[in-house]
């Protein structure tokens, strides 16, 4: 029987001169993304590293990270990539909780890690990528790389099931939760996304989603390399670039979140005539897309283009999509996709018919193996063998599922749910709002209120506002406050951060 494959075997070196990634700085072949990979893996098991060991990534999008990435899977280390937006004690809350034994840190992201140091428990060896100044610390520094082998590792190794990501949670309250992911997830998600999106190695993808999150790597890079198709690989997304990034690299596909869409929406001077886009598909994920804002992008830029998906930290990656060919539901996040399973649950854990209302369950080789060194929070994570995503949805007699809101953003008035999603789509319909956010407020009476909070591109009254809810909504259901921002407040990966949002209302009325 013939060994199971692992992470570090998703990338495949014979390949040869063919294009792995695109980058700003020129092309990148499988073989020189290979062999860089494999020297990784050398620097890190002769810096003493030893299978479970954690190393930590502090870099932005750039192909040595991606080679950084197999590095570590082949070397059985376990890569964590930390989210490059945080601030020096978020980042010291990730160090020291993942115990990092090594950080890797690219030149321009070296500020925020000296600012760090004070905060670190045990201070990790640090290898620092591109031309910078000395540190605040000692660092090794990448040119140390070129002196270690190109061919592979001696033999160690890891099992299926040993660990190979370390990936903290977005979370909006509290502190993030490390996901530990198994080579096994890894290997298993990486041909599930593969085969649901029928990846050849003709396929030409663009990614500008940032690669410290599984959206970036599970989709638009280890899929992509494993079918031997090509990267088209940006250091970060940019509205007036986009479309000619696309054309002059011939993208045939792209990841986005709502927020992209938005933006490519408001910026669409110079972006190609409708249908002429190029691109196969363009995968939805990150956030809930409203239906309107769905319509309004394939309105402009071409019918069938939008994708929408839905996958957790806690799964690896994509557990639904809508079809590929065939029938698509705006509003959906699509069908599960097999062998992964998925069910509607009720407050026990017992699956739910069609239509019905519960929490997305989710089970099958991509869900994680728990949270690192929380016990408690893995336990409540789980019921009847069920992952549960914390999202609440129905399903249809089709099999397509609806999120209809988060449990715990829920707010409870007079003894009435409120789903914050379904009036942030209807407060979105209004030809002045750009985005909207819902949120609780506290209120003596009803225990909480509905506040909305608008981003506007024309004048529009609070009381305006109301009524054009009033006309779809439950009078139970219509905002009481309305506050207008400049911009809301987001998590990195583009999520609404809803306990910065009730900041906004702590005017005593509503703006104009």
Known sequence: ???QLLAGELLDGTRGAAVAIEFEDGP???????????????FFRRRGLVRGDRVSFLVGNEPALVAAYFGAFRAGVVANPVNTRLTPPEIAYVLNHAGSRCVLVSAELLPALE????????PPEVLLLGDAPAAAFDCLRASELDALPADAPAQDRPSPQDDALQIYTSGTTGNPKGVILTHANVVAATRIVARAFEITPADRTLCVMPLFHTNALMFSHLPFLHSGATVILRRRFSASRFWDECRH??????????????LLLAHEAGAPPRGATGLKYIKVASAPTPVDLAERFEARFGAGLLLETFGLTETTAISTMNPLHGRRKFGSIGQVLAPQELAILDDEGRPLPAGATGEIGLRGETVMRGYFRDEDNTRKAFVNGWFRSGDLARRDEDGFVFIVGRRKEMILRGGENISPLEIEQ?????PAVRE???VGLPDPVWGESVGLAVVTDAPVSAEELREFCRAELSAFKVPERVAFVEALPRNAMGKVVRGALRAAFAAPADGA
């Open 1 to 3: 029987m013939s060994e």
């Open 28 to 42: 990148w072949s499988y073989d020189a993304l290979d062999r860089l990979a494999n020297r990784y893996a050398h």
């Open 115 to 122: 600012a760090t140091w004070p905060l670190l428990q045990r």
């Open 249 to 262: 690299h011939r993208a045939d596909s792209a990841s986005a979140s709502p927020t992209i869409l938005a």
């Open 426 to 430: 209807v407060a979105g319909r209004h």
């Open 436 to 438: 909207a956010a819902v």
